[in-house]
């Protein structure tokens, strides 16, 4: 391994990405409290250790909608990482296939789902932003079908464009923003519309971007096999609450009837115990994936994912758990944050904020 901690990874990838991509990796909306508050609901949750267990054989292993997973994560969709990496999101794919994890392909990142597919054999999931009619949704399902993919992520925290300020300021778009084509689609997205694409989907759908008990309860009588708690790392609506915040009560609400993810400023072993803990399924890596991306490719991805892991087996085994089925809220409790709460908080020797 190359690197020894995720903060060496980050300090590569703040040196290689140029400005206005690190602007694009790393920013959230308007004031970026949505962003920060996600880690401050995170650093606002203790752990609370049991000793005197056997913790000689930790088990991280899980299923996610049924299919096997060597951890409790995944790697969340993100959009243009080919300016990231030139394998753009064929880096990711072969990552999550070498380590044993699900990776959720954004609709729009490169090269094509087809690309990616023919060398995979490992089970992947599928996002889609709705930016086209009936005909436009048939054709897009179709090729996933075709191709494999075995579950469908809808993202619907994106009606309306956010201002992402890090990026105005660098005078610069990624090329999702620079093409307008079909934003009155993800405006116009509806209860009706998710009902048709899941009669044409036919397969396991994921609601991604929900913040209450209420959307979930609509989502999982929509038929939606797991819901995804998320305000899309802080990126789209600010002031919003931090994502592990509202876990709990959508847990209480889905009772049983559908899984539950959940991202949102996780960069720790410690992070992911405690959305385990608060009854999620699995946890989506977003920011940190596409850090380590920008510190070398796909081997710097193994690298992180490796480091995330040895970070989970030492936090189970100092919690005294071997497996993740025990973990409940009774390892947890209440705490304030240690320092000020922002992207880089988990990451004590790096400062947050943009780079001038
Ligand atoms: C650079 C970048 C690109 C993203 N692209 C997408 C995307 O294409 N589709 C999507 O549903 N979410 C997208 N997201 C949101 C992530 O899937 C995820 O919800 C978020 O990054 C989680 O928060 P974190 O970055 O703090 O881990 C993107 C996030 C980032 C940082």
């Keep these: 391994m190359e690197f020894e901690t995720n903060h060496e990874i980050i300090v590569r990838a703040r040196r290689n990405a140029n400005g206005a991509v690190w602007d694009y990796l790393a920013g959230g909306s308007e004031t970026e409290t949505s962003m920060r508050r996600n880690r401050q609901a995170l650093d606002s949750i203790a752990i609370r250790p049991r000793v005197l267990r056997d913790v000689s054989e930790i088990d991280l292993s899980t299923k996610i909608l049924g299919f096997p997973s060597a951890l409790p994560l995944f790697l969340a969709p993100m959009a243009s990482l080919q300016i990231v990496t030139p394998a753009g999101a064929m880096a990711v ?3 999550a296939e070498q380590k044993g994890l699900i990776n959720i392909l954004s609709g729009h990142t490169q090269p094509s789902l087809e690309e990616i597919a023919v060398n995979s054999l490992h089970p992947k999931f599928f996002q889609i932003y709705v930016r086209g009619d009936r005909r436009w949704i048939e054709d897009l399902l179709g090729r996933v079908k075709e191709n494999q993919y075995k579950a469908l992520a809808v993202t619907v925290d994106t009606a309306v464009y956010s201002n992402r300020e890090r990026q105005m300021m660098a005078g610069w778009s990624p090329p999702t923003r620079r093409n307008a084509e079909g934003r009155e689609y993800l405006a116009g997205l509806s209860w009706e519309i998710w009902d048709q694409i899941a ?26 096999a797991a819901i995804y708690v998320s305000n899309h790392g802080g990126r789209q609506l600010d002031h919003d609450r931090g994502s592990i915040s509202v876990l709990a009560n959508i847990v209480a609400a889905v009772e049983g009837r559908a899984e539950v993810f959940v ?10 115990v405690k959305a385990i803990a608060l009854g999620a399924t699995a946890v ?12 070398g490719g796909q081997a710097a991805l193994e690298n992180c994912l490796d480091i995330l ?19 409940d809220k009774s390892y947890l409790s209440k705490a304030r944050p240690v320092g000020p709460s922002h992207e880089m908080s988990a ?10």
Excluded: N, Y
């Design 347 to 356: 990451f004590p020797h790096i400062p947050g904020g943009r780079l001038t």
């Design 309 to 327: 892991k040895d970070e989970l087996t030492i936090a189970m085994g100092l919690m005294g758990v071997t497996s993740l089925d025990q973990l």
């Design 199 to 224: 009669k044409i989907w036919d397969g396991p759908m994921i609601l991604k971007g929900v913040g209450t008990p209420e959307d979930a309860v609509m989502g999982v009588e929509h038929g939606a």
């Design 263 to 272: 991202d949102g400023g996780f960069t720790r072993g410690t992070d992911i």
């Design 93 to 95: 794919d072969e990552a």
């Design 284 to 295: 989506g890596i977003g920011k940190m994936q596409a850090w380590a991306l920008a510190a």
